[in-house]
């Protein structure tokens, strides 16, 4: 029901910043929980930073709370991610989700989003 597309990847030296976007398509995006997700090389996809349905409710990952910022426009039906003070542990595949507004789940379990992205890659270079 729902389709993402994530962009705005690349390369970047560290400390620097990089803003990646995800554009949703199909109908009810106001009611969907969203959230980005990364998975380095050989890793498990781990949580990142979510926003719930109204963008009342922020949650971030202890590693990049303080230097990333998620935001959602519904008018756009998009979320992004604004990440500063890039390191090289934050090199990885970013992937926005989305999550029903059912009560049910957590907004940083991977398991209980519904849709999802392709991926795009972030690297960091010294």
């Known amino acids: 029901q729902l389709q993402l597309v994530e962009s705005g990847g690349g390369v970047a030296q560290v400390g620097v910043s990089l803003r990646l976007s995800c554009a949703a398509s199909g109908p009810g995006f106001g009611n969907y929980a969203l959230g980005w997700f990364r998975q380095a090389p050989g890793k498990e996809r781990v949580f990142v930073a979510a926003?719930?349905?109204?963008?009342?409710?922020?949650d971030y990952a202890d590693s990049v709370k303080g230097r990333f910022i998620i935001s959602r426009d519904d008018a756009k039906k998009t979320v992004d991610l604004e990440m500063n003070s890039l390191s090289a542990g934050d090199a990885a595949v970013y992937y926005c989700?989305?999550?029903?507004?059912?009560?049910?789940?957590?907004?940083?379990?991977?398991?209980?989003?519904?849709?999802w992205g392709q991926g795009t890659q972030v690297s960091v270079s010294p």
């Open positions: 989700a989305a999550k029903r507004t059912n009560g049910l789940g957590s907004n940083d379990l991977k398991q209980d989003y519904d849709y």
């Open positions: 926003t719930s349905w109204n963008g009342r409710n922020v």
